[in-house]
Nanobody
Framework: QVQLVESGGGLVQAGGSLRLACAAS????????MGWFRQAPGKEREFVAA????????DYADSVKGRFTISRDNAENTVYLQMNSLRPEDTAVYYC????????????????WGQGTQVTVSA
């Protein structure tokens, strides 16, 4: 079992920044990667970013490249998502998730999910 708890969401004006954190506990040593997804009202959950546990290599959705940065602290079992130059279309519930296989961009490979944290970007 893996438990994931997100924090850091909130309300920010367009152009602002937020930093999300995801604290993991439990059997995290078996993870292949950690990812961030988001879901806006009336839309499907979409991939945002992922980071592999061992290599640290990362993947990003095209919509966030150059603005968001995913990082991790393996010693603290925490994954971060630094979000800069936020836009109203970034408004969504952001979820942290745990994957044991590829492809990291697909939600089907993620077996544990956090409860989500709301990010709202005002125009």
């Amino acid at each position: 079992q893996v438990q994931l708890v997100e924090s850091g969401g909130g309300l920010v004006q367009a152009g602002g920044s937020l930093r999300l954190a995801c604290a993991a506990s439990g059997r995290t040593f078996a993870s292949y990667a950690m990812g961030w997804f988001r879901q806006a009202p009336g839309k499907e959950r979409e991939f945002v970013a992922a980071i592999r546990r061992t290599s640290g290599s990362t993947d990003y959705a095209d919509s966030v490249k150059g603005r968001f940065t995913i990082s991790r602290d393996n010693a603290e079992n925490t994954v971060y998502l630094q979000m800069n130059s936020l836009r109203p279309e970034d408004t969504a519930v952001y979820y942290c998730a745990h994957a044991q296989r590829v492809p990291v961009t697909s939600p089907v490979v993620y077996d544990y999910w956090g409860q989500g944290t709301q990010v709202t970007v005002s125009a």
